[in-house]
């Protein structure tokens, strides 16, 4: 077994640590407060090449590996949630269906852009009554000549205002009495299609949260990405990928609380001592640091077995449920050490437990992790 990262993904973590630390951590207070999204970020983000990260080099992207893609976004997570989020869905909701089922065209057409950064990647699956109960999807898409014709609406939508094109999940039809689910790619510009910006949220203020309204939307029968009736099984894999940059931004988020909890209890005098002198903060210092450890190396044995060609989805819902869940513990226990300060925005804590709440909820919530695990152990 070697834990050492290779020569390239050293080089992405150098530099995406150096470039979060002086232009996404900065603003990031800011953005939270304003919900202002983080364009220019973005664009040069693009420019450093980090938009097609694990996509091939053909279509504008990197050729990177699944590491490294979970190494961004743990780092820009750390310095700002949002952000974080925003390229995690980029690369694992809005380009890895795209890589995964298009058509060569497809890609070409649609996925080249995504690298580029010229469009934001985003996926149309969760519903007012369809969220971790995907089977309960009601958005059709009738054919009608060479088209389909699409009518319903999404809610919780990453990135869609920011995206040209997205894939999104729809009722084609019925097999044997079940629902067929199928992916078709639509422009967001195309008449009868509404992205709404309107949501108020807890946390990951910055990012771009939408809802997707669809009113007769037309678009041509070769916008189906995959096989017709194979929706289901494509977002189930699309998922698993999605779960590994959801474990990534957990542990992110739970290093940054870590580190600001660590210098704060180094500088903070209580009783003629500083925090970090009092064993009961040093116990509770070193669970944290125990927690991120584990959390890191589970994330990164599901992307390894990915980049493997190895069956992921086990270790990829382990990694989520864990480190989504510690980040939350690693959030609250700041906050405590920080005391009163650690109730106020300045001090940066409490929005790494309001950012950290969405992670034990979006792409499976945690006891859909646990039925997952429960599933692949044979229960």
């Not at 807890?202 to 096989?227: D, F």
Request: a negative charge; charged letters at 25%.
């Amino acid at each position: 077994m070697n834990f050492d990262l290779t020569q390239e993904q050293e080089m992405i973590r150098r530099t995406i640590r150096e470039f979060a630390d002086e232009e996404v951590a900065p603003g990031a207070i800011e953005r939270d407060r304003t919900k202002e999204f983080p364009v220019e970020i973005f664009r040069q983000l693009a420019d450093m090449g980090m938009m097609g990260l694990p996509f091939e080099e053909k279509y504008g992207g990197a050729g990177a590996d699944t590491i490294s893609f979970a190494i961004v976004t743990e780092e820009l997570s750390r310095a700002c949630a949002s952000t974080g989020i925003t390229y995690s869905a980029h690369i694992s909701l809005g380009g890895a269906p795209l890589n995964l089922f298009g058509t060569e065209e497809q890609k070409e057409k649609y996925l080249t852009p995504i690298c580029t950064g010229e469009s934001f990647g985003a996926f149309g699956l969760t519903e007012p009554n369809a969220g971790s109960d995907a089977g309960g999807t009601q958005t059709t898409a009738k054919t009608e000549g060479d088209d389909f014709v699409i009518n319903g609406g999404k809610v919780f939508i990453t990135n869609a205002s920011y995206a040209k094109n997205l894939a999104l999940t729809a009722i084609t039809g019925e097999q044997d009495g079940k629902k067929e689910i199928s992916a078709i790619i639509v422009p967001t510009d195309a008449e009868g299609f509404k992205v709404i910006d309107n949501y108020e949220k807890m946390g990951l203020n910055a990012s771009n949260t939408t809802e997707l309204v669809m009113e007769n939307v037309r678009v041509p029968q070769e916008n189906l990405l995959g096989k017709r009736g194979n929706g289901f099984r494509q977002f189930l894999v699309t998922l698993d990928g999605g779960r590994i940059g959801i474990g990534a931004m957990a542990v992110g988020i739970a290093q940054a609380a870590f580190d600001r909890a660590l210098r704060y209890s180094k500088e903070r005098k209580q009783f003629g001592k500083s925090l970090s002198e009092f064993q009961v903060n040093q116990f509770k210092l070193a669970d944290m640091a125990l927690k991120i450890e584990l959390a890191r190396n589970m994330v990164y044995k599901a992307a390894w077995l990915k980049d493997q060609g190895r069956p992921f989805s086990k270790e990829a819902a382990m990694c989520k449920l864990y480190a989504s869940e510690i980040a939350m513990e690693v959030a609250d226990e700041a906050i405590q050490l920080h005391g009163g300060y650690g109730y106020m925005k300045e001090y940066e804590v409490e929005r790494y437990m309001r950012d950290a709440k969405l992670l034990e909820i979006g792409e499976g919530t945690s006891e859909v992790q646990h039925m997952v695990i429960a599933r692949h152990i044979g229960v």
